[in-house]
């Protein structure tokens, strides 16, 4: 680790509307997918861009145009200019609108855009070795405070949260970071990819030279992307599913402040990533199918995971040896946009999300030699098998939130990992006129997926842990492959 801590300088801070004019105000009421993400910590990430272009350009020529392309983003992608509309208590027989969460677009509203320096080293941060988590996670900007107001439609009290902050971050002659942070009760990591990569073609297109009906076009032209759909109706609730989460959330669950950054991470938290080559992926595959040759689901994702959360098992059984055979519960978000029925849109605005919870005793993913991950693929694959075909989607949604509820209580205490990404969300093809992305990044989470740079088929693992377990971890792992 650095022995002096770089410091990031903001240089400037302002607001990005759409044009005025060309969004209408618009009140979205969330689905009962979007409500289990009420209140959860935002997510963030972190595009890195290799630049050797000076301050000067960098202030007077870039940022002007990433702040033009953004705006024109917006108009398309308005529900991340909005708020999030929330009441500060809740009664289900209240004639109040306001009382129901919703995303509410006014014109006039506006993403947070902060633009900073980093005196750090580049192609340090941008490697996959062990990183200080401090140093990536000021690059993560963080989402303004909610505030109170009453409604103009019935006079109820509100809570008004903004959804999306960014941060261009200079590196003075190395590159430039785009990081950005997100309520995931508006919108679920597709949504959010599709909005990015949308920003990046825009940005690309010189978009000071562009007319404000532009993106629209550009957008229908492109054989890669599509406008967002925004009709709500296709998410249907005939068990009113979304009263049944409020009611569970009860009282207390409206009175909180969303949050607007993910915690930080205690002390001595250390970021890598670790690399699974298409060859090893299939060796796993040949090695999981001989030993399980009837088992239902056996992709490259679930054998991936299923590696990787046997050397976590692995690897707090090596810290601590005399612990008790503790559970391990693993919890993978499948999109289920095309598994709806009938399907819907993949550019479906908002949360489309269908979760596994995965639970098992730490000394089956341990096991002797390729047992660990044998049992673990063998139970990823189960679940999400079960869940996309004989249980169906939707099979007992009505204990969901009750499902997040334990999950967040029992987070800090006991071996928790949840999975974020998408192997299928290659951000390393987004560019906004400066090339390619040197390296994606997440910011807080512990185990995330996505593919690798310039790589069809490898998976690249981010991993957020201690220094001592980073260490042994990187031991399991390598000797496992």
């Known amino acids: 680790m650095a022995s002096n801590t770089p410091t990031v300088k903001v240089i400037q801070h302002c607001q990005v509307s759409p044009p005025p004019g060309t969004v209408d105000q618009n009140f979205m009421p969330l689905t ?29 020529n870039l940022i002007p145009g990433l702040k033009r392309s953004l705006s024109l983003a917006l108009q398309l992608y308005f ?15 209240s004639a109040c609108v306001s009382t129901k969460p ?10 947070s855009l902060t633009v900073a320096e980093y005196d750090a080293d580049f192609v340090r941060l941008t490697g996959n070795q062990a990183r200080d988590f401090s140093e990536l996670s000021c690059l993560a900007p963080q989402l303004p405070q909610a505030i109170k107001e009453r409604s103009l439609d019935d006079g109820c009290e509100v809570k008004v949260s903004p959804v999306l902050a960014i941060q261009v971050t200079y590196f003075p002659g190395q590159g430039i970071c785009i990081g950005f942070t997100s309520s995931h009760a508006v919108a679920d990591g597709s949504t959010m ?46 068990n009113d599913l979304s009263g049944v989460y409020i009611s569970q959330m009860g009282e207390k669950y409206f009175s909180q402040t969303p949050p607007t950054l993910a915690p930080p991470a205690p002390a001595k938290k250390v970021r890598a990533t670790f690399v699974l080559h298409q060859i090893d992926i299939e060796a796993l595959k040949r090695l999981v199918s001989t030993k399980l040759p009837r088992l239902s689901h056996l992709s490259s994702f ?24 503790e ?3 693993l919890i993978v978000a499948v999109n289920c946009r095309a598994r709806l029925d009938p399907p819907i849109s993949e550019t479906y605005f908002g949360n489309c999300l269908t979760i596994c919870f995965i639970t098992t005793k730490n000394s089956q993913l ?9 049992k673990a693929a063998e139970l990823i694959g189960e679940s999400i098998h079960k869940k996309m075909n004989e249980d169906g989607i939707l099979k007992g949604a009505e204990m969901w939130y009750e499902d997040f509820k334990e999950v967040k209580t029992k987070w800090k205490r006991e071996h928790i990992t949840g999975i974020a990404g998408s192997p299928k969300f290659y951000f390393y093809d987004i560019d906004f ?49």
């Open 193 to 238: 990819f599709n909005f990015i990569r949308a920003w990046g073609l825009i940005s690309k297109s010189s978009p000071l030279n562009i007319s404000d009906d532009a993106p629209s076009r550009m957008l229908e032209n492109s054989q890669l992307l599509s406008l967002p759909f925004y009709d709500r109706s296709v998410i249907e609730d005939p």
């Open 327 to 329: 559970e391990e519960h």
């Open 102 to 111: 919703a995303i509410r677009y006014l014109d006039g509203d506006s993403v």
């Open 302 to 325: 679930t054998v991936a995971c299923g590696y990787m959360w046997s050397c976590l098992a692995k690897t707090q059984k090596a810290i601590d040896s005399n612990k008790e055979d």
């Open 32 to 60: 009962f997918l979007d409500l289990l993400w009420l209140n959860f910590i935002p997510f963030s990430r972190l595009l890195f861009y290799n630049s050797n272009i000076t301050r000067t350009d960098f202030t007077q």
């Open 433 to 481: 006129g400066w090339g390619n992305p040197q390296k994606y990044e997440f910011v807080s989470e512990k185990l995330s997926i996505s593919g690798r740079k310039d790589a069809q088929g490898d998976i690249e693992f981010g991993l957020c842990l201690a220094e001592n377990e980073m260490v042994a971890f990187s031991a399991i792992f390598r000797e496992g492959l």
């Open 366 to 374: 341990v096991g002797e030699e390729d047992e660990g991950l044998i």
């Open 79 to 93: 529900p991340f200019a909005a708020n999030l509309i929330t009441p500060t208590s809740y009664d289900r027989d």
